[in-house]
């Protein structure tokens, strides 16, 4: 699979993984905050920031699609929100840790692990290492 097709379908990735969890987890509120043991507010910031990413992505794969030249400084910002909501995740783990249930913190610790692999899969595919000649 060429650069650029690989490029392509990690945004496209990104973005329905996105999109689907935060519009699954808005869906899902009623289900999942008791279940997670969030607060309802909690609840609508990890779905709102889920779909949040899963547009910017999204966006990308769009400009991508058409041919246009996306500058790397907004692939690395994706690289970046990803990496940070990765971390997110862990932090909100250990700052929940005695407030909500197993199931609220491995929802967490499954989604850091998730997109942490997604930001690491983009930085090896948008930043390959230089071959040593």
């Not at 779909?51 to 400009?63: D, T």
């Amino acid at each position: 699979m060429d650069s650029l097709k690989r490029m392509r379908f990690i945004l496209a990735f990104d973005s329905v993984s996105g999109l689907t969890a935060g519009f699954l987890t808005w869906a899902l509120i009623p289900v999942l905050q008791p279940l997670n043991q969030w607060t309802l507010e909690f609840a609508r910031f990890i779905a709102s920031a889920n779909i949040g990413y899963g547009l910017f992505a999204g966006a990308l794969f769009l400009l991508f699609r058409k041919g246009i030249r996306v500058s790397l400084g907004l692939l690395a910002a994706l690289v970046v929100a990803n990496s940070l909501w990765a971390v997110q995740c862990l932090v909100q783990v250990w700052r929940l840790q005695n407030e909500v249930s197993f199931f609220g913190l491995g929802h967490l610790v499954l989604e850091g692990a998730y997109v942490g692999l997604v930001a690491y899969f983009e930085a090896r595919i948008f930043f390959p290492p230089k071959k040593s000649a």
